[in-house]
């Protein structure tokens, strides 16, 4: 495929996603793939690789950005996206949005996320809206009620077929509340559950640390390896910062 051209960044997006790569240097990539995108003429790649850097964007230092990227999709015509595509995007950006205060505008996009899953016959697009819903029950303090919308993704997975995307999104989703109310240790018994990689000693540690276990989480915490942590393509940076 010619450079510049739709193919060839579709190619090139493959392969960041199949090979280890250090944060700066995906990230870079990814602006410069989502500028790419901007000035191909197709909503589906503009979309889709906003959303990736959305991703790459996910932690502290450079929330900012990750706020504009979100603006940026938010702002533009629907008309062309796949309604998959769509779903992620609106999820990523909510949790943007809401990561520097900005609720009215997140209920807003949770609303457009409910209103598409209404319209939709795929199961995971019809699951999007447990995350903005188990959001809003947090902030409005009705922790129990979080955990149970956190518990309905697994049910609901398992009901559409989409038992994986069901299990492992409700391990992520109920680590929060479940925390507040002082049963996080059930995150760890859940189905779905990775077992291993980077993320598992950062929720090992912040999960024994809200169970009085102070001792016991110092030792996870020694176990990372937090330079390793930041050089690569790291998931859960937001827990990492939780443990800092």
């Given at each position: ?20 790569m ?15 995108a ?15 850097l959305?991703?790459?964007?996910n ?110 999104n ?5 680590l ?6 002082g ?7 859940q ?19 809200h169970?009085?276990?102070p001792?016991?989480?110092a ?7 937090w ?11 937001g ?6």
């Amino acid at each position: 495929s010619r450079p510049g051209s739709i193919e060839r960044l579709y190619a090139d997006l493959a392969q960041v996603s199949s090979t280890e790569m250090t944060s700066a240097d995906g990230l870079e990539f990814m602006r410069q793939a989502f500028s790419q995108a901007r000035h191909l003429g197709d909503r589906e790649i503009e979309f889709d690789t906003g959303r990736q850097l959305m991703m790459w964007l996910n932690w502290p230092g450079v929330a900012e950005e990750r706020v504009q990227v979100a603006e940026a999709l938010l702002s533009r015509p629907r008309d062309g996206v796949k309604v998959r595509t769509l779903a992620r995007v609106l999820w990523q950006a909510s949790f943007a949005l809401l990561g520097r205060g900005r609720r009215t505008e997140s209920e807003t996009v949770w609303r457009e996320q409910e209103s598409l899953a209404e319209r939709s016959q795929e199961a995971s697009v019809t699951m999007y809206p447990l995350f903005g819903r188990c959001q809003r029950a947090l902030l409005d303090g009705q922790i129990e009620e979080a955990a149970a919308i956190a518990a309905n993704f697994t049910a609901m997975g398992e009901q559409l077929g989409a038992a994986a995307f069901g299990h492992i999104n409700s391990s992520w989703l109920a680590l929060r509340p479940l925390l507040l109310l002082g049963r996080g240790e059930e995150v760890l018994e859940q189905r779905g559950v990775p077992e291993d990689g980077p993320v598992k000693p950062i929720r090992q540690a912040l999960i024994l640390a809200h169970a009085g276990r102070p001792s016991e989480a110092a030792r996870h915490i020694k176990a990372i390896d937090w330079a390793a942590r930041w050089e690569t393509t790291g998931r859960g940076n937001g827990l990492a910062f939780d443990v800092e």
